[in-house]
């Protein structure tokens, strides 16, 4: 593991997590994009949160409130002991949307398989279909939350005017362009119009990992957004099209480089662009 990111705590190695699948204190959760891998094959002893489902409110355009997240957590059996170790497919994509939110209404003891199930994969590592029998508890989660952590539209247009935000957009080059709406295999995940919010920084999210899943290290991280214009000076935010990519682009900036005004703007573009009067760029 690199030794060289602010926050190295935030991540565990693929050696690390084979060494503690029966640690009773460290529950392994994998969140994916693709919800059905999770019933192909798994990390041993892993369990798998729904990200559509089991991480968002029932009827609202919104994630579950610090109560629905003491359920889901205790349903996972967590204690005041448990470390959650999160994984997912593709580059920890939407593992790293768990992470964040679990931050944001204040839950500390959780971490990122570095490389995520690519890695795992990559090496040969156990995996099997097994569905683990948990026993619940009654949690409640014991830090405050983390508003700072997340901004709402207002919040946006009123940095816009200001000139004061650094916005960085981690969707593709397409959809920044205004060429593409939203990815090929997302069609159903419009805005109104493409474009990008004025005077953002285009850095696709996938650039910050590896090959194999990994984080590239901190000096290589550095010089990716430095050279995007983006150094961690003042405010940032991470917007892409519902929030999730976004959320691994915070990760990167916030946990691994330690840029302290870092921000994610979940409504992202699928609210942006659809917003009357909002000032666009393409």
């Known amino acids: 593991m690199p030794n060289d990111y602010a926050n190295p705590e935030s991540l565990v190695s693929t050696d690390w997590l084979a060494e503690h699948l029966s640690d009773p204190n460290v529950r392994i959760v994998e969140v994916d994009e693709d919800t059905t891998a999770y019933e192909r094959d798994h990390i041993p002893g892993a369990i798998a949160w729904d990200w559509s489902k089991d ?70 590592r156990e995996k099997n279909t097994e569905v683990p029998e948990i026993e619940s508890t009654e949690f409640s989660i014991p830090g405050e939350e983390r508003p700072d952590l997340r901004v709402f539209r207002d919040d946006v247009l009123a940095r816009v005017a200001a000139g004061s935000t650094t916005f960085v957009d981690v969707r593709s080059p397409e959809e920044f ?72 682009t915070w990760f990167v900036l916030h946990e691994l480089l330690g840029y302290d005004n870092v921000a994610n703007y979940d409504g992202s573009w699928t609210e942006y662009g659809s917003l009357v009067g909002a000032p666009v760029e393409r």
Do not use: M
Request: include cysteine; charged fraction near 25%.
């Open 55 to 124: 991480l968002h409110h029932p009827t609202q355009r919104d994630y579950l409130d610090k109560v629905g997240l003491d359920r889901l957590l205790g349903e996972a059996g967590v204690t005041d002991d448990t470390t959650i170790v999160l994984y997912g497919g593709n580059n920890n994509w939407f593992a790293a949307y768990a992470y964040w939110l679990l931050k944001v209404r204040g839950f500390d003891k959780v971490k990122l398989l570095d490389g995520g199930r690519l890695k795992w994969n990559v090496e040969g």
């Open 177 to 248: 362009s205004g060429a593409k709406l939203a990815p090929d295999h997302l069609p159903q995940e419009q805005p109104y119009v493409g474009g990008h919010i004025p005077g953002a920084h285009n850095v696709p999210w996938s650039k910050a990992a590896n090959e194999d899943g990994s984080f590239k290290s901190a000096i290589e991280l550095t010089r990716l957004y430095d050279g995007e214009g983006v150094s961690g000076k003042g405010d940032v935010v991470a917007y892409c099209r519902i929030g999730e990519r976004s959320s691994h």
